[in-house]
T-cell receptor, first 112, second 109 residues
Framework: SQTIHQWPATLVQPVGSPLSLECTVE??????LYWYRQAAGRGLQLLFY??????ISSEVPQNLSASRPQDRQFILSSKKLLLSDSGFYLC???????????FGNGTRLTVT | GIQVEQSPPDLILQEGANSTLRCNFS?????LQWFHQNPWGQLINLFY???GTKQNGRLSATTVATERYSLLYISSSQTTDSGVYFC???????????FGAGTRLTVKP
């Protein structure tokens, strides 16, 4: 069966510091991969998605970037964190086409 | 883009009660999914249901695509059902999913 791992679970970083969040998927090949952010409140906002190695699409302009160095690895990065980057970051995967979306457990990021 | 509205925004139930959550969307969709976010933040996919009816234990969902709404039914609610329920839709695939604001459900013992 497929599993998705995301780490770390929580992170406290000072303003201006770099960020690297990692996500890996097991048990599937060629998945679509996604990074979402959930601000305080409820809504989920799609940040990036990837349909293959090295292929990244960005949904919103921001202080963040994403990379997919391997088929089942997705990384969210920032060179310099802002206070507004605080939030709950969720990685997700799905098969191609119309298929269910599955989320990792998330990383709660606090920028101080 | 497609607008997604969920109602009610908040719902408080006594354990054992039934409930219906609604998701309205503003345009045709080919992809509709329901999720449950537990109090620890974990998001679980409940249903992939672009049309028709599905059931999984005490939960069932119905999507009437032609009328642009979906319903999630929870029967005999339990305290573990507490959390936020999200509806998400897209016209094509998961690359343009739009989430509703969610319904926060609290089930009291």
């Amino acid at each position: 069966s497929q599993t998705i791992h995301q780490w770390p679970a929580t992170l406290v970083q000072p303003v201006g510091s770099p960020l690297s969040l990692e996500c890996t998927v097991e048990g599937t090949s060629n998945p679509n991969l996604y990074w979402y952010r959930q601000a305080a409140g409820r809504g989920l906002q799609l940040l990036f998605y990837s349909v293959g190695i090295g292929q990244i699409s960005s949904e919103v302009p921001q202080n963040l970037s994403a990379s997919r160095p391997q088929d089942r690895q997705f990384i969210l990065s920032s060179k310099k964190l802002l206070l507004s980057d605080s939030g709950f970051y969720l990685c997700a995967w799905s098969d191609r086409g119309f298929s269910p979306l599955h989320f990792g457990n998330g990383t709660r990021l606090t920028v101080t | 883009g497609i607008q997604v509205e969920q109602s009610p925004p908040d719902l408080i139930l006594q354990e054992g009660a039934n409930s219906t959550l609604r998701c309205n969307f503003s345009d045709s969709v080919n992809n509709l999914q329901w999720f449950h976010q537990n109090p620890w933040g974990q998001l679980i996919n409940l249903f992939y249901i672009p049309s028709g009816t599905k059931q999984n234990g005490r939960l069932s969902a119905t999507t009437v695509a032609t009328e642009r709404y979906s319903l999630l039914y929870i029967s005999s609610s339990q305290t573990t059902d507490s959390g936020v329920y999200f509806c998400a839709v897209s016209r094509y695939n998961n690359n343009d999913m739009r989430f509703g604001a969610g319904t926060r459900l609290t089930v009291k013992p």
